[in-house]
Structure formats: C-alpha cells, structure tokens
T-cell receptor, first 114, second 114 residues
Framework: AQSVTQPDIHITVSEGASLELRCNYS??????LFWYVQSPGQGLQLLLK??????LVQGIKGFEAEFKRSQSSFNLRKPSVHWSDAAEYFC????????????FGTGTQLKVEL | EPEVTQTPSHQVTQMGQEVILRCVPI?????FYWYRQILGQKVEFLVS????????KSEIFDDQFSVERPDGSNFTLKIRSTKLEDSAMYFC????????????FGNGTRLTVT
C-alpha cells in the first residue's frame, strides 16, 4: 500500500530564510508525487508535481522539489520564504492513470516569523 | 483559470439527518473525487467517479455514503444518516483523462454534525 510520511508537524522560519519540508513515500512502482498547499479556510492548491524526467521540479510561488529515488524522498524547498507562505503543506503520492487516487501525508504547518 | 466550486462552504446538521454536498468540477474533466479531512488529521480519499459510476472507494465510503452526477455539471456527495464522526472538511476534486493530469481541488465544505 502506498503511504507518505511528513516527519515535521510544525516548522517555524524567519522571513527571508530558506525552507525545506521533508516528505518520504512508500510506493511499489514509479510514484507520481505532488505537493499541495492549504491556506486557512481554503482548498488544496497544487504547488508542483513529479511524474518523470528531471528529478528537480519547479512549481508556483518559487517552490521546487527534488525527487530522490534512493531515499524515497520528495522534499520541498524555497530559497527565501515570504510571510504569505505561512500555510499547511501536504505531500501526496498517486498512482498512474487519469483516475489517480492520492494518498496524503499528515501535513506540515509552516509559520513564518517577521 | 477554471476552478472546482463547492457549496455550501459550511453546513451544520443534526445527527441522523441527511446531507448533500455539492460540487461543480472543471467542465472538461472526466474524473471526479471526494476527499475528507477530519480536523487535525490527514486528507483521506473517499471515492472516485468516472463515466457515471464509482471507479474506486475507500473503507470509509460505506453504505451511508453515495455519489451522483445528476446532470452534466454537478457532482454530489450524500450522507444518508450523519454521525458525529462525519464532521470534517469535505473536498471535491477533478482531473482530466491523461495519466499526468493533476487533481484540482475545491475549497471544501465544512460539515459539522451536532
């Protein structure tokens, strides 16, 4: 069965500092990996996705993530965090096909200190 | 950019009552989903729907739950007799038919069962 682990429940960073959110997955085949962001009272917005090819993927809002098969990881990074990045971040793994079902991690709550 | 829209944003109901949560997926999408997020917990898959039938459902999606696409635009989730533990945020999502089509989520309906 597929699973996702986000080891950090809460992270606090200062505005302008770099950010890395960890994600480890378990999946029997080549995974399709996603990062979603959820602001308070909002839905889940797709930040970026990995399907194949280049293991470093770029997303919206200046985020990037690197797929490392050997470590079963897909960590999210941002070189300089903005106060508006404060939100909850979810890593997810999915199956192939248009009917892909996603399995989510428990999320990491990001707080940004000014 | 087209969006998945959900109504209502918040629904309060008494235990044992029936509720219908409504969603309008993105118009050219083919796959439709419901997920839920109990407060403080991870986002969980409930059901996927394709070609007017359920394609996959989770253990959570028992006989109390049903989905329907009553017309060409709406996608509904019905809970026949709500329980306290059904209180959660319910997210509708949709995606296209290609293997690399990511899920687009609505903003969710917060269901409170009293």
């Amino acid at each position: 069965a597929q699973s996702v682990t986000q080891p950090d429940i809460h992270i606090t960073v200062s505005e302008g500092a770099s950010l890395e959110l960890r994600c480890n997955y378990s999946y029997g085949a080549t995974p399709y990996l996603f990062w979603y962001v959820q602001s308070p009272g909002q839905g889940l917005q797709l930040l970026l996705k990995y399907f194949s090819g280049d293991t470093l993927v770029q997303g919206i809002k200046g985020f990037e993530a690197e797929f490392k098969r050997s470590q079963s990881s897909f960590n999210l990074r941002k070189p300089s965090v903005h106060w508006s990045d404060a939100a909850e971040y979810f890593c997810a793994v999915g199956a192939a096909g248009g009917g892909n079902k996603l399995t989510f991690g428990t999320g990491t709550q990001l707080k940004v200190e000014l | 950019e087209p969006e998945v829209t959900q109504t209502p944003s918040h629904q309060v109901t008494q235990m044992g009552q029936e509720v219908i949560l409504r969603c309008v997926p993105i118009s050219n999408h083919l796959y439709f989903y419901w997920y839920r997020q109990i407060l403080g917990q991870k986002v969980e898959f409930l059901v996927s729907f394709y070609n007017n039938e359920i394609s996959e459902k989770s253990e959570i999606f028992d006989d109390q739950f049903s989905v329907e696409r009553p017309d060409g635009s709406n996608f509904t989730l019905k809970i026949r007799s709500t329980k306290l533990e059904d209180s959660a945020m319910y997210f509708c999502a949709s995606n296209g038919g290609s293997y690399n089509s990511p899920l687009h989520f609505g903003n969710g309906t917060r269901l409170t069962v009293t």
